[in-house]
């Protein structure tokens, strides 16, 4: 493939196509096992992230890189020239953040941050770089349709100032009303070219999978009794940057699929580790699973009445990245665990298998460690 400047580039593929190798390839963080890339026109060696910004190629992960017990100014300081102080970077970052509309307090530890709200430290991270080549891998996964209005106004500034820009997204009708040129990916390999703003959501469908996609059919389904039941929730922020739960009322029927919406940041987080058990400063009768009151009680005791969380967070809440699949799922089931504290591996690999046949996980295995799958296909395990 090839970007010329100004161009901003869509890449779309499946999970595990391989979009973001490619990237990582691009920005140093994987090493090629052959082939060449060239920059203005000469061949480069790019060994390092370091080596690649200062050829001015910035790149927004899938999976935040920050560090949670420094602020905001201090995490995106340690990626610029020490020459420029923290005060000169806070306030760089808070001019770019009220630039863009990318609203972040520079002063904030990254613990203390939503999911959404890292999103924007590691874009405006990259802005600050002034980038001649941006990639972006999934930017807009945890941000509100007003937030992805202005990063597209960002963007298309950015290029028609001749910064190219690689944008990695399963949200067709953003490649559509973005980019200008998009190249599919499948298994590894890019199988096709095409300029998007002339394809429908259903013909990249084709592109990316090589088939008709499978038709969607919504079935109305007859909801049963109450198995969730969250009423008067009333929490004080765990801390200064948290968000009080007031007077949270609403009930989940057997069989009903409710959405909560909202923009990130406004008590979302809260009220999941309140529905999940990692919060238990409620009163018992505020959250009842199973028609028993559990607002007192951990994810253990709640996983035994049928209620499981699937957390924004893969990485770190939702895996630990460095275990192997089968050994993550050991965390939250213990069927395989035999008399005496014993772990019956063969149980435990068949089970992990068994999730990796059933939902097409692309993994090496079940003893592939977390951090080695495609953000999508460790989201399909968890």
């Known amino acids: ?49 370091q080596e690649a910004r200062q050829l001015g190629i ?15 100014a201090e995490n995106v300081w340690l990626g610029l020239d020490k020459s420029l102080s923290l005060t000169e970077v806070t306030r760089s970052i808070a001019a770019k953040a009220a630039e863009y509309g990318l609203e972040v307090d520079p002063l904030r530890p990254v613990h203390t941050l939503s999911v959404g ?66 190249t599919v990916m499948r298994a590894g390999r890019v199988t096709g070219v095409c300029d998007p703003r002339v394809e429908s959501n259903a013909s990249l469908s084709r592109l990316m999978i090589g088939a008709e996609p499978p038709a969607l059919e919504h079935r109305a389904v007859r909801t049963g009794d109450a198995v969730l039941r969250v009423q008067g929730l009333n929490l004080a922020r765990a801390d200064q940057f948290g968000v009080d739960l007031v007077d949270v009322q609403f009930e989940v029927r057997a069989g009903e699929v409710v959405g909560i919406a909202g923009v990130s940041g406004n008590g979302q987080k809260e009220l999941l580790y309140a529905l999940s058990g990692e919060d238990t400063r409620a009163a018992p009768a505020m959250v009842q699973v199973a028609g028993q009151n559990v607002g007192h009680q951990g994810p253990r005791q709640r996983r035994a009445l049928g209620l499981y969380f699937v957390p924004e967070e893969r990485l770190g809440r939702g895996a630990v ?32 298998q068994d999730i990796i046949t059933r939902f097409g996980v692309k993994a090496g295995g079940a003893h592939a460690a977390a951090q080695s799958l495609s953000g999508g296909n460790l989201q399909k395990f968890i």
């Not at 963080?29 to 790019?46: A, H, L, N, Y």
């Not at 213990?334 to 992990?352: D, P």
């Open 117 to 182: 709200e890292m999103q924007r430290v590691e874009i405006i991270r990259a802005l600050l770089a002034n980038p001649r080549l941006l990639i972006l891998d999934e930017p807009t996964s945890v941000l509100t349709p007003q937030a992805v209005d202005k990063l597209f106004v960002v963007l298309r500034k950015l290029a028609s100032e001749g910064c190219s820009i690689l944008y990695i997204s399963h949200k067709l009708h953003e490649i559509r009303a973005l980019c200008s040129a998009c």
């Open 321 to 352: 990245p460095s275990m192997g699949l089968a050994h993550n799922l050991l965390l939250t089931r213990n069927e395989a665990l035999g008399g005496g504290g014993w772990i019956r591996m063969g149980a435990l690999q068949a089970q992990a």
């Open 58 to 72: 910035a790149m927004v992960f899938q999976h935040f890189s920050l560090f949670d017990t420094l602020t905001v």
């Open 1 to 49: 493939m090839e970007v010329r400047p100004g161009e901003v580039i869509g890449i779309v593929g499946e999970n595990g196509a391989g979009k973001s190798t490619l990237m990582k390839i691009i920005y140093g963080t994987v090493k090629p096992d052959e082939g060449s890339v060239q920059f203005d026109g000469r061949p480069v060696s790019i060994r390092n992230p």
